[in-house]
């Protein structure tokens, strides 16, 4: 593993350990982050060690979309979520099997459109969104796996005070409903 990998690696593992240390989720749940810990973040380790308690990756669905959540809110801190940040939501969002519309569909569309108005908000400041903004936000509506209108949704909150502020429509890189 490169350096770079590492450290983005090491960054998820912090949050782990520390998320495990205050007993923040399940004790099922901690069994299976001290995984990632332990570097067997891999889908044979995940099902094996959850096979001892009876149970796979689906019983534990809605214990895991706060996981996430969770460490997406601790990316923020400086408002913003870096390509690394984004990495890792996407390696945690894969070895926790969550798939495109979960987020949606166990309830948790207002903590995701909380962590997107931050980056969001970052991005419309300065009223344009230029090209590697667009990429961004592209990435950002496929990492919390939301469909283009309910990604919209929570753009056009945003782009909206942006236009209020004097931005131009065009400059803003939305389609306004």
């Not at 399940?26 to 001892?52: H, P, Q």
């Amino acid at each position: 593993m490169n350096t770079k990998k590492r450290i983005i690696m090491d960054i998820l593992k912090l949050f782990i350990s520390n998320a495990i240390e205050q007993g923040n989720y399940s004790s099922v749940m901690n069994g299976l982050l001290s995984l990632i810990t332990e570097d067997k973040m891999n889908s044979l380790a995940r099902n094996e060690y959850l096979a001892k308690y009876g149970q796979n990756i689906d019983d534990i669905k809605g214990e895991s979309l706060p996981v996430v959540l969770d460490f997406a809110k601790s990316c923020l801190t400086d408002d913003y979520l870096s390509e690394d940040e984004m990495q890792n939501i996407g390696l945690l969002k894969l070895f926790l099997h969550i798939k495109d519309g979960d987020f949606v569909k166990f309830g948790r569309k207002d903590e995701v459109q909380e962590v997107l108005s931050l980056q969001l908000e970052k991005m419309y400041k300065d009223n344009v969104i230029n090209k590697g903004e667009a990429i961004n936000k592209a990435k950002l509506q496929e990492l919390f796996g939301l469909s283009y209108d309910e990604f919209l949704d929570v753009v056009n909150v945003i782009a909206r005070r942006s236009l209020a502020d004097g931005a131009y429509l065009l400059d803003l890189d939305t389609f306004l409903k």
